[in-house]
């Protein structure tokens, strides 16, 4: 046992990646079998790994402590964002597994995807800009082979992916722009020593962020921008969307998680162009998705609307954050809970609507029409997983107590603007979730929703996800109605806006 | 350019500057004006050479030749260009030929289709 | 250095800069698919040239051969397409004005686009401009060599090394899964 810590002593914080390297050593002999009871070893092989290197991420936080070096630095942050990324990759193959082992490159896949979940914590590590940049291209490397070796059963999908990743390439050639005019203000080479110094008001370092924005709205997808991103989610494998979902975009969040610092300093010196852009930019956003989102009859469309809405909620608490409604601290735990809203909730979501749709052969939300009725289990588990979205209830709290605490009529316009962005949107966004379940849960009409078998794998996966849901729901309310329960010295009333 | 005062120095320096700018423009140019994947293609490179010039520029007149740049020149264009060999590959390997050929001949960077905001997409 | 290689060097610089905007811009808007790929060949060219000016020679070798092989593999899907394709693909239009006018509009946008993207670049180009320090003249030109660049990559990046040598066989992996479904 010695001689383990201290190996772990010495690997720190690498060990959970370590463990999924040593998976895909251990994998990459058995790349070209396509015997079954391979894949099935391939398959508890990688989930093991997955699991150890959860479990090894958050037991290295707590026995060593935050750790610093000249490439990496592996703080708190860093943890939860490593976790969340390993948690969703148990998800992603549960995805792959379920669509893609009958594959004969399934084993291929499955290494390739244990790579892109490396890199994914690679690119949450990174410090030095050299390794934030290599890390993040070949994150979007591997995802792209990923998906192409995913989709290459799917017919004329080709042009789709291209066009979606050609996207995410001109991304980082941006980024390399970037990084070569942020060398021109110094030769720093971290964002944490620029933002300590003097260099962060130059003017090379604004436009440097004007370019690194630009890259990550390409990155996003965000309106008007949309295009590729719902054509490939729309004609893709069914592992495609929970790969684009679970993987793509939380890095890409948390990227900008960990270099939003740099933004926000403008934000905080009362430049009053920049918020009002995001207020803009936010709005356009949330109405543009919910529209669409209104407007198709496809579930797989209408997901991916969904899933763009909740993009610009991590905009709206940057606006939030930038006209002063919400303070720094609560920025960071909203986009934290927007972040395991989309995880908790889209992937059961993801799960259900994949099986009505290989069930009843046709990706239409009239499909869904009585589900509710006829299977009340997978009902109630749907009811429970679209409360959660009745989660931004939370809202509430900071805009009351920001009212409390300026004058209604007083309230400065960027202020007004975001509100009636954020009223507007979620009434948008209740108006899909109330046409989604009334049609859940209508008398069954064309029989398409007696088509549709769950089995045993599905119910567990998603009574798993209701079951954590509910939980949430409780603590929340807990919170609300101010409760006072100790949990393993954790105060469930800690939150305070 | 290394000699004479340092007035001339500066001029030149940006005039180098402003070239790369005027690159990295005629690459953002390209982009939004190409109709196929070839000078899609063609254009993100003016902008990769753009920013490896800022690099070596700036390392010459602000830094005396420092190494660091040449690392992330380096890694970086290899990593680029690798990303960009693969999607050639890729490419290069469908079968779909009305694909192929709609990317050769009538391909747009930044397309908007009502589809993409609204109503019914049959693809 | 003496005064004729500076000038030398100074009269390199000015020719390969003009070369590089006038083959990249040749590059953009000649239609022809096989003389877009000549002006790019053109532009690598002069990049590489301003790589031996800025005393970076090294450069223009290791990238050259990387930049080489993805300039091959686009040549080869051009003549594909040239050879076993429909290199033409007639565009459908209402009216024969139609195209002219989707042309210019194009065009139009496009440069709109550009100079909007323009001008707050040349606006903070022109401020970091005004405040920039250069770097003191020492009496020797240092040139970076391969030993100097794989003394710092080998032993302060060997990880970034790894992840790069790692993903190159993984692509051969993805190439063989993406290769044999097209049996």
Redesign the interface.
């Known amino acids: 046992m010695n001689f383990l810590f201290h190996l772990s002593e010495r690997v720190n914080p690498f060990q959970s990646i370590i463990i999924l390297s040593a998976a895909v050593l251990i994998s990459s002999f058995f790349a070209l079998s396509k015997s079954k009871a391979v894949k099935k070893f391939l398959i508890v092989l990688v989930s093991i790994s997955l699991i150890i290197a959860f479990y090894l991420n958050i037991y290295s936080y707590l026995s060593m402590g935050s750790f610093s070096s000249f490439l990496i630095f592996f703080e708190n942050i860093q943890m939860i964002e490593i976790g969340i990324i390993i948690f969703s990759a148990i998800s992603v193959l549960y995805f792959i597994s379920a669509y893609h082992v009958d594959d004969e490159n399934f084993s291929k896949i499955l290494i390739i995807f244990l790579f892109s979940v490396i890199c994914g914590a690679f690119v949450i590590l990174s410090k030095n800009f050299i390794l934030m940049f290599v890390s993040i291209s070949v994150f979007i490397l591997s995802i792209f082979q990923l998906i192409s070796a995913t989709n290459s059963g799917v017919d004329k999908i080709s042009l789709h992916v291209f066009e979606f990743f050609l996207r995410p390439v001109l991304a980082i050639i941006l980024f390399f722009f970037g990084f070569s005019l942020l060398y021109g203000v110094t030769d720093f080479k971290d964002f944490n020593q620029i933002l300590q110094s003097e260099y962060m008001s130059d003017a090379l370092v604004i436009l440097t962020l004007i370019i690194f924005g630009i890259a990550l709205y390409l990155y996003f997808f965000l309106f008007p921008f949309q295009g590729p991103y719902m054509r490939m989610i729309k004609k893709g494998s069914f592992s495609t969307a929970s790969v684009i979902w679970f993987f793509y975009f939380p890095v890409g969040v948390f990227t900008l998680i960990n270099t939003g610092s740099l933004f926000l300093f403008f934000i905080e010196r009362n430049n009053t162009f920049l918020p009002v852009l995001l207020i803009i930019i936010t709005y356009f956003c949330m109405l543009a998705a919910n529209i669409g989102a209104v407007k198709t009859g496809s579930v797989r469309r209408i997901m991916s609307f969904l899933f763009l809405f909740f993009m610009s909620i991590f905009l709206l608490n940057i606006s939030m954050y930038s006209t002063g409604i919400i303070d720094r601290g609560s920025m960071d735990l909203f986009n934290l809970v927007n972040i395991f809203i989309i995880l908790f909730s889209f992937m059961p979501l993801c799960s259900i609507f994949n099986n009505i749709e290989k069930n009843t052969g046709a990706d239409n939300i009239n499909n869904v029409i009585g589900l509710g009725r006829i299977n009340i289990y997978a009902g109630i588990n749907i009811i429970v997983i679209f409360l959660s979205w009745f989660g931004f209830l939370y809202y509430i709290e900071p805009v009351r107590a920001y009212l409390d605490r300026v004058d209604f009529l007083k309230m400065g316009a960027a202020s007004s603007m975001v509100l009636v962005a954020m009223v507007t949107g979620f009434i948008f966004f209740s108006v899909n979730i109330f046409r989604i379940l009334g049609k859940i849960f209508n008398r069954p009409s064309g029989g398409e929703a007696g088509k549709v078998l769950f089995t045993g794998s599905l119910y567990a996966y998603i009574t798993f996800f209701s079951v954590i849901t509910l939980l949430g729901i409780v603590t929340i309310l807990l919170v609300i109605l101010d409760i006072d329960i100790v949990f393993l010295d954790f105060k469930i009333t800690g939150f305070n806006f | 350019?290394?000699?004479g005062n340092?007035g001339e120095?500066?001029m030149?320096?940006?005039?180098?500057?402003?070239?790369n700018?005027?690159?990295?423009?005629?690459?953002?140019?390209?982009?939004?004006?190409?109709?196929?994947i070839?000078?899609?293609?063609?254009?993100?490179?003016?902008?990769?050479?753009?920013?490896?010039?800022?690099?070596?520029?700036?390392?010459?007149?602000?830094?005396?030749?420092?190494?660091?740049?040449?690392?992330?020149?380096?890694?970086?264009?290899?990593?680029?260009?690798?990303?960009?060999?693969?999607?050639?590959?890729?490419?290069?390997?469908?079968?779909?030929?009305?694909?192929?050929?709609?990317?050769?001949?009538?391909f747009k960077?930044?397309?908007?289709?009502k589809s993409?905001?609204?109503?019914?997409?049959n693809? | 250095m003496s005064y004729a290689s500076q000038l030398t060097i100074a009269v390199m610089n000015y020719i390969s800069i003009l070369g590089l905007l006038i083959s990249g811009l040749c590059s953009i808007l000649v239609i022809d698919k096989k003389r877009k790929l000549l002006f790019l060949f053109l532009v690598l060219f002069f990049a590489g040239v301003l790589s031996f000016v800025y005393y970076s020679g090294v450069l223009f070798f290791l990238i050259g051969i990387i930049a080489a092989f993805f300039f091959l593999l686009l040549y080869l899907f051009v003549l594909q397409i040239e050879v076993f394709g429909s290199p033409e693909y007639p565009e459908i239009t209402d009216s024969p004005g139609g195209l002219i006018k989707n042309k210019i509009l194009n065009i139009i946008i496009s440069i709109f686009f550009c100079a909007a993207a323009g001008y707050p670049v040349y606006r903070y180009t022109d401020r970091f401009l005004k405040g920039v320090k250069m770097a003191e003249e020492s009496g020797a030109v240092p040139i970076v060599g391969w030993g100097d660049i794989s003394g710092q990559l080998f032993t302060e990046y060997s990880l970034l090394l790894i992840i790069i040598t790692v993903s190159l066989f993984l692509s051969f992996l993805w190439a063989m899964a993406i290769v044999v479904r097209k049996k």
């Open positions: 350019m290394g000699y340092r120095e500066k030149s320096f940006q005039l180098i500057i402003y070239a700018l005027l690159l990295l423009l005629i690459g953002i140019f390209g982009i939004l004006y190409s109709k196929d070839v000078s899609i293609f063609v254009s993100m490179q003016l902008i990769i050479i753009s920013g490896v010039m800022n690099f070596l520029v700036f390392s010459q007149f602000l830094y005396q030749r420092s190494l660091w740049d040449k690392i992330f020149i380096i890694l970086g264009v290899t990593i680029i260009y690798f990303v960009m060999f693969c999607l050639v590959y890729y490419l290069y390997l469908n079968k779909d030929e009305l694909s192929r050929e709609t990317l050769y001949n009538n960077f930044f397309k908007i289709k993409d905001w609204w109503g019914e997409d693809i």
